[in-house]
Structures are given as C-alpha cells and as structure tokens.
C-alpha cells in the first residue's frame, strides 16, 4: 500500500510564486509517488473575516489551481474541507487533547491576530488544532509544506502521540516534507519578509496570474544589494539570495551551475533572466487556468469529498470508539 499524503491551502486572498514553489510544485511532484489528498481549507479561512460571495468564489478558484498546477484528479483526491465533517468533528476532540500553554507558543496566532490577543477570534487561536485534524484523519505519512507550518506540524506530531498514548495506538505519525529549494521564498521588496498574500506593497509578490509585463517590472524592482562580490549563493545577501533561489527552483539547476551560468554579469541581467525563466514556467499553467470551468471543477470536488469522507469517517469512527463517544 502507498503511505498518505495530505495538504492544503486556504481560498484567500492571491495565490503566489511562494504558495507555487513552497507547496504545489511539491504536491505535483510526489502524488504519484503516495496516494494524495489535496484539501481547499475553507474552513481555516474563515479564521479571518471573509466576505461570503468571494469566499465561495476563491474556492472553486483554488481548485482550479490546484488542477492547473498540475495536481491530477484521476491521481490525487482534491476536496473542500467543509464538505468533510469530519474535521470540524475531530478538531472538537483534538482540541481537547491540545493544551492552552501549547497553542499559545504558536507564532502564526501572534502575527496574524493584527488587532492585538485579546480581540482575536477563538478559531484563531485553535487554527492548528484543525489543521492537526486535517492530517490525522487521513493517517498521513507526508505533509508538504513551506517552512512557516514547520510549527504547526509539530504540533500535530505532538497531538498525535499524545492521543495513542491516552488512548491506544488511533493516528499515523505525520513527517512534515519542506522542500531543500524554496521553501521560503521573500518578498520582492523587503527581502526581510516573506512573500505573502496579505502583502500591502503589490511589488513584493509575484501573483500566479501576473502577466509576463508585470512580471517582468516586478523583478526589475527587487530590492538587491550595493556589493560587488558577483552574483553567489550568500544568505547574508538576502534579495539576492532570494531571486537566486527562485532561479534554482524554476529551473531545477545546481548552485554550481548557476554562479557559473552568471558569472561576470550584473544584477540588471540577473533579473532579466529570472523574469524571463518565471514567465516560461508559469505559461502552461496560466493557459491551464483559462480552460477549467466550474461546472468540471464541482464535479471533481464532489467525487473528491466522498472519497474523503470514506477515508475520514473511519479514523472518526476509531477516534470516537477510543475516547468513549456515543455516536453508532
Ligand atoms: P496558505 O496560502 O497560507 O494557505 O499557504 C499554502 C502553502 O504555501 C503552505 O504550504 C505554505 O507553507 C506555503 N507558503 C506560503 N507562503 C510561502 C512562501 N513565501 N514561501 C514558500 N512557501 C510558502
Ligand atoms: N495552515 C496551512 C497554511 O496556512 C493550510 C493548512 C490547513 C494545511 N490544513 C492543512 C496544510 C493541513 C497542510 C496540511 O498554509
């Protein structure tokens, strides 16, 4: 049998070469290799406020990506996480076995609750006791992921082996997969930051749908440095660093390869290149995206969510044995 994959993103806001190369790229590349679930965590978007039409609306969009990205619905099972009870219902037990002290040393609560602790949502605060859900429910091996969740799948490790030791051996114990390349990528403009879609300078991020113009305007702007050590890999030298890992992950090359590729030339070059290597790389995913209609989306949503469900219902069913729960 295929050891498990699962992982999602949320329908908000715009999808980025972050979110691309972080995470969708990865998901492609192994759902062959596990048998894959690939989840759209509405339910985690309402964490935030969020206007009702758009929510609905970005995602069917998110699952258009996930299908233009290359995710195969024949291969992979691609699902809204609301239309799976299941995770509201194991996060409710899930949130019982997680403990105040533990939740509150998360540091996404801090930097997402803009308004201050004490004026942030409950569900906020409990967000990665759903996501911890999320994964065990489907007995996951393997969570790829950026390096911000890094905190967040500990978490879920620890639930887990809290609960089999409470109450028997119930959850598969998730490794978190974070990629060797990419897996934080910045912001164009401040290379201190990461590349996020809550980012209120627009040059920052490059966004999926970005046409080769702004694309290409966007790198030109990139925040770089005054050295003249040539273009190397050297972390100290952020915005560099970044567009260079950028370059790497776009074109599967070596370190080697590239500071050779660039040596001699200047960062105006460098920029060029990379613009023109990031628009090549999202094309057939742009004219993917162009192609896919709701109606085709919903359908592979609802086959994906019955599958889900059988997979999810027995882990619940197992949980709620374990723990004493009524429910036949
Ligand atoms: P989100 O859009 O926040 O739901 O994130 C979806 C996925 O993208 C998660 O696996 C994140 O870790 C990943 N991700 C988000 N921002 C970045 C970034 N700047 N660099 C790399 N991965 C990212
Ligand atoms: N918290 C993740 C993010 O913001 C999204 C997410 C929710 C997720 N549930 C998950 C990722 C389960 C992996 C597995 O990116």
Redesign the pocket.
Known sequence: MKKRIL????P??E??L??Y???LKNWVALQNEYESFYCI?DL?AITLPQDPQVLKQKTLDLARIYLAAGIDPDVSTVFVQSDVAEHAELAWVMSCVARMGELERMTQFKDKAKDGTERAGVGLFTYPVLMAADILLYQTHLV??????KQHLELTRDLAERFNRDYGETFVIPDPYIPPV?????SLSDPEK????SDENLNGAIFLNDSADVILKKFKRAVTDSSTDGIVFDEERKGLFNLLTIYQSVTDQSRDEIESHFAGKGYGHLKTELAEAVIEYLKPFQAKMAELNDEELEKILQKGAEKARSVASETLRKTYERVGLHKK
């Open positions: 992982s999602g993103a949320q908000t806001g999808l980025h972050g979110n190369l972080g995470a965590v985690h790829p992921v950026g390096q911000d969740q990419g897996a934080k990528i910045q990461k590349m996020s879609k």
